[in-house]
Every structure is written in C-alpha cells, then in structure tokens.
C-alpha cells in the first residue's frame, strides 16, 4: 500500500487539471500531515478512477492540486446493499467501517420492533465511510441512507435483489431461540444456489427479530432466509460475516 495520502474528492478528475480542496482535508494536508507545494497526493471522486497528484498551493484554508495522470480506472462495485438495525454507537460505527471495507454499494440503516437505538447521525457516518474508503483503497464510497422502519424500507422493493435475511432462530417459542426446528439454510449452501444479482443482506439487532417480523419476512417472494451457524453471533459480528461469506460465494473476492 502506498504511503501517498489518499483522499476523495467532490470535482471531476481529469490529467492536467486542477482542484481545490478546502475544509477539513485542507487542514489534514497542511497542517497534520505539515505537506506543501511539490509534495504528491493521490485523489478519487468516486467517478473517474485515481489520480496521482502534486500539491501546487498550500493555503491556511485551500490547498491547490495538480492532476498527472491517470493510475486507476474506476471499476464497478458488486450490487450488493447492508442493511441494520442500528446498535449503540461504537458499534453502529463498526459497521459502517466494515461495511464499506468489505466492499457494499450502499448502506441502509433500519428501525426494527427490537432496535435499542434508532438515532442515526448519518452525516457522521457518511464521514466514517469515506475514512475506510480512503484506507482500503476503494474508488467509491457508499452513500449511508437515512434509517428506515423495517416496512416502510421494503415498499416498493425490485424483486429482483435479493433480500438475504440473516434469521438465527428456530420456529419453537418454547425453547431458547426457538430451538432447531424450523432453522434456516446456511448461507454458504443458500448463495451456492443463487444466481448472481443484485442483493442486500439483513441484519437485525441485539435480541433479534420479533416472531411477526420473521413470519412476514420469510413470506415475502424476494426474501431467503438464512443461518450464520451454530452460534449465536453479535449484531455487528453477524454483519461481518454475512458480507465475508457473500463476497466470497458471489462477490468480487471470486477473482
């Protein structure tokens, strides 16, 4: 990995022009990483691929930067979305880095029956995505939507993405988390049989699903359920691994 400062940018890219970059990214270039004119950068904008660039101007509040050429094309990300029940907030930040490292096109908070938080500061976490898009060297960031309620985030859903619900539990209320009968598929053996297409992946909170949340989930035509193994996993752990197995089986971790 290049020791070059990676950072996303809003403007167009193109060899031979020249951006500004203002704000908070101003401040880190020349004032935590001390860089000033002649000293390189590497920039994206989500659109137009990486380019290698020379700081020309070094300003208390704009730093000015000259565009080479070209050293990445843009590449397309995998369809694939997370959704969550938000949790408290390290660990909804853990998710969201994550997310973004394991390579989501979109991330969408939801609100379930059992959510122990439903406040979400997407614009802080809009900032924590470009920071790991940034490290992981990604071309794009993916936008971190506005929490829904469960329902209402369905409405209108294409069925032709996938919903893939992550549901640990059995169906026998008598025993604790319904014990194994009515357990589903492992995901591993579910994805095997999936052709590929756009996908999102379920998440639901500490404590899990309500049994009306399951029943209406499992009776949607879109919806695969899913078993993560024999444990019973975290929130953000079970989203970590859902996205593993999913890039691995139908993602961009194939080749």
Same mark, same amino acid.
């Given at each position: 990995?290049?020791?070059? #400062? ?9 060899? %031979? ?10 401040h ?9 004119? %002649? ?5 994206? &904008? ?14 208390? &509040? ?14 397309a990300? #995998? ?30 908070? /939801?609100?379930?029956?059992?959510? &122990?938080?439903?406040?979400?500061? /997407? ?14 060297e990604?071309?794009?960031?993916? #936008? ?27 169906d ?25 297409? #756009? ?7 500490? %404590? ?10 499992r009776?949607?035509?879109f ?33």
């Amino acid at each position: 990995m290049s020791a070059t #400062p990676r950072l996303h940018v809003a403007p167009d890219l193109a060899a %031979g022009t020249t951006i500004t970059i203002d704000g908070d990214q101003a401040h880190y270039l020349s004032r935590v990483m001390r860089l000033g004119p %002649g000293d390189a950068v590497r920039v994206f &904008n989500g659109r137009d691929g990486e380019f290698a660039a020379t700081i020309s101007e070094a300003g208390k &509040n704009a730093v000015r930067v000259a565009l080479a050429e070209q050293t990445r094309e843009q590449v397309a990300t #995998p369809d694939l979305w997370l959704m969550f029940a938000p949790l408290k907030k390290d660990r909804t930040d853990f998710v969201v880095e994550k997310a973004v490292e394991l390579g989501v096109a979109e991330i969408r908070p /939801v609100i379930t029956e059992r959510t &122990n938080s439903d406040s979400v500061r /997407v614009d802080r976490l809009g900032r924590i995505a470009i920071e790991a898009a940034e490290q992981t060297e990604r071309l794009d960031v993916p #936008p971190v939507r506005e929490a829904q309620k469960l329902w209402a985030a369905l409405e209108g859903w294409a069925e032709t993405r996938t919903l893939i619900f992550a549901d640990e539990a059995g169906d026998d209320t008598g025993r604790p988390w319904g014990g194994e009968s009515g357990r589903a598929l492992p995901l591993d053996a579910m994805l095997r049989g999936l052709r590929d297409g #756009p996908a999102a992946i379920l998440i639901g909170p500490e %404590g899990g699903f309500s049994a009306a949340e399951r029943t209406r989930l499992r009776g949607l035509p879109f919806v695969r359920a899913v078993g993560l193994g024999p444990r019973i996993l975290r929130a953000e752990t079970a989203a970590v691994a859902a996205l593993a197995i999913w890039q691995a089986i139908r993602g961009d971790w194939r080749g």
